[in-house]
């Protein structure tokens, strides 16, 4: 089994600045992709961004150019820094991991609890 335990969420204002982190413990393979989801009441989890363990990423367009995802490989950390918040950024954010356990093995995916991150005046 894997763990998932997120970290760093909150209040902030409008241009503020938050990191979240998400620390991964457990029975955790090589071949993973990390990522963070964003989701608000009402509507579905969408994706914000992923990392592969080659710490290859893919963004939303949305946050573009203002968050950053990256990864501790030997910590089995990913951090998501999210600068420039806005209003519309305000969601609770899930860490996922998805992993195989062999090359064109069957996939599995795990999620954090949540974190709420609120970006208001």
Do not use: H
Request: net charge positive.
């Amino acid at each position: 089994q894997v763990q998932l335990v997120e970290s760093g969420g909150g209040l902030v204002q409008p241009g503020g600045s938050l990191r979240l982190s998400c620390a991964a413990s457990g029975s955790i393979s090589s071949l993973n992709v990390m990522g963070w989801y964003r989701q608000t009441p009402g509507k579905q989890r969408d994706l914000v961004a992923t990392i592969t363990n080659g710490v290859s990423t893919n963004y939303a367009e949305s946050v573009k150019g203002r968050f950053t995802i990256s990864r501790d490989n030997a910590k089995n950390t990913v951090y998501l820094e999210m600068n420039s918040l806005k209003p519309e950024d305000t969601a609770v954010y899930y860490c996922n991991l998805v992993q195989r356990r062999i090359r064109g093995g069957p996939s599995y995916s795990y999620w954090g609890q949540g974190t709420q991150v609120t970006v208001s005046s």
